[in-house]
Structure formats: structure tokens, C-alpha cells
């Protein structure tokens, strides 16, 4: 049987055209398709601005710059890509970690607790599972900002907004594996606010008031031309392409509803409309059940194995130990990632499900 990979980006001859194109005609970086692209997703989450990057890690570690949480601390959730954390690093604050919720497995409200010094809390979005916004933002209080980590979220919806128009700034990655691409690495930042955006437009072009005049310590985080002309493309079919995703986690959970030894993921409500970067399984057993879905010619991956805060690196330069956070740590040990991209068929999810359910059945 054909492997099923965890994921698949799809790329057509109009994106590559349109990236030859580009690279034939515009500016090879800030060219016109950048800010078409940048005006565009905007548009698409509702926002007065969008700031294209260099990628989603760039693009959370500007947006904490330009909200000025040097010498702070900002909330995030340990259940995440450590680059959620690594953000907060260099952007010169403190990360502080607030556990995750078993109910969607993202940042649990309950465990938001700010204190004077705390300058943000940065919700992540996780597997495209939208944050439960209003609970954080009651949490957080007023002066406190909220920063999207939308970086898996693109085109989810929170009462009927997207994700990226929740908080004082939002951060996106067009990484290959995201819903959608650049064509390699990329990051966009949507804020409603003027001076943030701005400032961010300066930051990351090495902080530039004119051509050879910068008036801040810049960088070099500016998304290449040609990959926003990929973006453009792709931002055309997000909608099609999220769809055909919920599509296929009903396909999953209707298959699957009859296996008690898993969990499903929370399938969504009148509120909250997920877009499954990822759908991802929980379960006792989860490497013994990796394990009999490689032998079937299927790829699963854990997303995530080791929580932020016992990644070596953060146990050494903050003194973080295994029990900090309970349910962040046992959900690492439980969740497990099943193949979900847009051309994925019906007949390859079945086969998937087929696999899941023959496991159990031969341990009962």
C-alpha cells in the first residue's frame, strides 16, 4: 500500500508560475507582491493591517518587541512548539508558564494569573483549535496585551471572527506543513493598531526610517517576493482547502466514536469553527499505537513529546522540573498526530481508522 503521510502541501503550476513570475518582473524582496499579499490577509482576518516576515518565529518575536515586554514577563502555555517560548527569550522578557486545559488543550484560563510584572499573555491556538479568548482576556485584565499565537490557526473562527483579529497583535507561520504556505519559510503579524504596525514595518527592515537612516536596533526578517506570490495563491483556496480538513476530522471522529481506548479532539461548537492543523488522538498507549499504524504503511507524529518546560534548555535557565505542570506533561505523553491535509481521500482516512480499530480489537 501507498505510505499516508501526516500531511502534504499542495502545490500547482499557478503557484510556481506565480513565483517565476515575480522573481521575471518585481523587486526580489518588498516587491509588489508583498504588500498585495500583506493587503489581502488582512482583508481575510478582518484586520486593519497585516506585516509579512520572514516566518512565524520571527513574526512573534517582532510583535513582543514592538509591545515593549523587555524586562517583563508574558504568559504562554507549555504545551506548544518551543518556539512560542524561545519568542519570549529574545525578545528580552520572561517566559511563565500556565498549564494546559485537558478540555481543548490549550491555554487554560484558570491557570492565567498575572501579576505586576506580567506584560502579556500569548494564547497559542493549538493544532488550530481556537484559544477560549473571552476567558483569557477576563484573566489577563485590561492592561495586560494578548498576542495570538495563531501560527497553526489560519482561517479558524472565535465567535465569529477569525483568529488574528482576537488580541492586540496575532502571529501567523507559512511553514510547509501549515494550512497554508509561502513556498518555504514565512510569517505575517495582523494588528488593528497604527503605531504597532508601524513599528513593526520598521523592525523587521533592519529598522529603517529611510534608506540609510534607522532610528531602532532592526532586523533582517522581510518575506522574499516570490514567496508572497506562492501566498497569494494559496491564501485564494485557504477556505476550500479548511473545509475539506473538517471534512475529514467528521470522516475520523464519526469512524472512531466507538473506540474507547482514545480521545477524540473537541470537534468544535456555535463558537469556536477549528480548521485541524492537526488531528490529533489521545491515548494510553500512544507509541504501541504509532507503532501498528507504521507497520501499516501509515505516518503519525507527536505533536508534542517534550513540554516547553522541561526541555533542556528551560530546565537549565529557569530551574523548571517535571510535575510543574500535570496536564501539559500528561498530555505530551498521550497525544498523537493522524494524517490530515487536504488532499488526503476518504479512502485513505477509512484505512487509517480500519488500522486504529484492528489495534484494539486484537488486545481485547
Same mark, same amino acid.
Do not use: W
Given at each position: 500500500m501507498n505510505k499516508i503521510p501526516v500531511s502534504r502541501p499542495t502545490v500547482t503550476d499557478e503557484m510556481v508560475e506565480a513565483m517565476a513570475e515575480a522573481v521575471r518582473n518585481e523587486r526580489m524582496?518588498?516587491?509588489?507582491?508583498?504588500?498585495?499579499?500583506?493587503?489581502?490577509?488582512?482583508?481575510?482576518?478582518?484586520?486593519?493591517?497585516?506585516?509579512?516576515v520572514s516566518s512565524g518565529t520571527d513574526a512573534l518575536i517582532l510583535a513582543l518587541i514592538a509591545l515593549n515586554v523587555r524586562g517583563k514577563e508574558v504568559i504562554t502555555t507549555p504545551l506548544s512548539f518551543i518556539a512560542t517560548a524561545n519568542a519570549v527569550v529574545h525578545a528580552g522578557a520572561t #517566559? &511563565?508558564?500556565?498549564? %494546559?486545559?485537558?478540555?481543548?488543550?490549550? @491555554?487554560?484560563?484558570?491557570?492565567? !494569573? #498575572? &501579576?505586576?510584572?506580567? %506584560?502579556?499573555?500569548?494564547?497559542?491556538? @493549538?493544532?488550530?483549535?481556537?484559544? !477560549?479568548?473571552?476567558?483569557?482576556?477576563?484573566?489577563?485584565?485590561?492592561?495586560v496585551k494578548i498576542v495570538e499565537d495563531a501560527c497553526q490557526a489560519h482561517g479558524a473562527?472565535?465567535?465569529?471572527?477569525?483568529?488574528?483579529?482576537?488580541?492586540?497583535?496575532?502571529?501567523?507561520?507559512?511553514?510547509?506543513?501549515?494550512?497554508?504556505?509561502?513556498?518555504?519559510?514565512g510569517g505575517?503579524?495582523?494588528?488593528?493598531?497604527?503605531?504597532?504596525?508601524?513599528?513593526?514595518?520598521?523592525l523587521r527592515d533592519c529598522g529603517r526610517v529611510s534608506r540609510y537612516v534607522h532610528d531602532v536596533f532592526g532586523f533582517t526578517a522581510r518575506l522574499n517576493t516570490a514567496n508572497a506570490a506562492f501566498g497569494r495563491v494559496q491564501l485564494k483556496h485557504l477556505d476550500e482547502w479548511n473545509e475539506r480538513r473538517r471534512a475529514i476530522a467528521r470522516r475520523y471522529?464519526?469512524?472512531?466514536?466507538?473506540?474507547?481506548?482514545?480521545?477524540l479532539?473537541?470537534?468544535?461548537?456555535?463558537?469556536?469553527?477549528?480548521?485541524?492543523?492537526?488531528?490529533?488522538?489521545?491515548?494510553?498507549?500512544?507509541?504501541?499505537?504509532?507503532?501498528?499504524?507504521?507497520?501499516?504503511?501509515?505516518?503519525?507524529?507527536?505533536?508534542y513529546?517534550?513540554?516547553?518546560?522541561?526541555?533542556?534548555?528551560?530546565?537549565?535557565?529557569?530551574?523548571?522540573?517535571?510535575?510543574?505542570?500535570?496536564?501539559?506533561?500528561?498530555?505530551?505523553?498521550?497525544?498523537?498526530?493522524?494524517?490530515?491535509?487536504p488532499t488526503l481521500t476518504d479512502e485513505e482516512v477509512d484505512r487509517v481508522c480500519e488500522a486504529i480499530i484492528d489495534h484494539y480489537e486484537g488486545k481485547r
Open positions: 524582496v518588498l516587491g509588489e507582491s508583498v504588500f498585495k499579499f500583506e493587503e489581502e490577509f488582512a482583508r481575510y482576518t478582518g484586520t486593519k493591517h497585516a506585516i509579512s #517566559p &511563565v508558564f500556565a498549564d %494546559a486545559s485537558a478540555k481543548d488543550l490549550n @491555554l487554560d484560563p484558570a491557570e492565567v !494569573r #498575572p &501579576v505586576r510584572g506580567t %506584560a502579556a499573555v500569548m494564547p497559542v491556538h @493549538l493544532f488550530g483549535q481556537p484559544a !477560549r479568548m473571552d476567558e483569557l482576556r477576563e484573566a489577563a485584565g485590561e492592561k473562527m472565535y465567535k465569529g471572527r477569525k483568529a488574528g483579529s482576537l488580541g492586540d497583535a496575532a502571529c501567523f507561520s507559512f511553514y510547509a506543513t501549515k494550512n497554508m504556505t509561502v513556498g518555504g519559510d505575517m503579524i495582523t494588528t488593528d493598531d497604527d503605531r504597532l504596525a508601524a513599528d513593526l514595518r520598521k471522529a464519526e469512524k472512531l466514536k466507538d473506540v474507547p481506548e482514545i480521545v479532539p473537541p470537534m468544535g461548537s456555535k463558537d469556536i469553527v477549528p480548521v485541524f492543523h492537526l488531528f490529533v488522538i489521545q491515548a494510553d498507549d500512544r507509541d504501541a499505537l504509532a507503532r501498528t499504524l507504521e507497520a501499516r504503511n501509515i505516518d503519525t507524529a507527536v505533536h513529546p517534550v513540554p516547553i518546560h522541561l526541555q533542556p534548555v528551560y530546565k537549565d535557565a529557569f530551574g523548571f522540573s517535571k510535575g510543574s505542570y500535570p496536564e501539559s506533561e500528561r498530555l505530551a505523553d498521550r497525544v498523537l498526530s493522524l494524517p490530515v491535509f
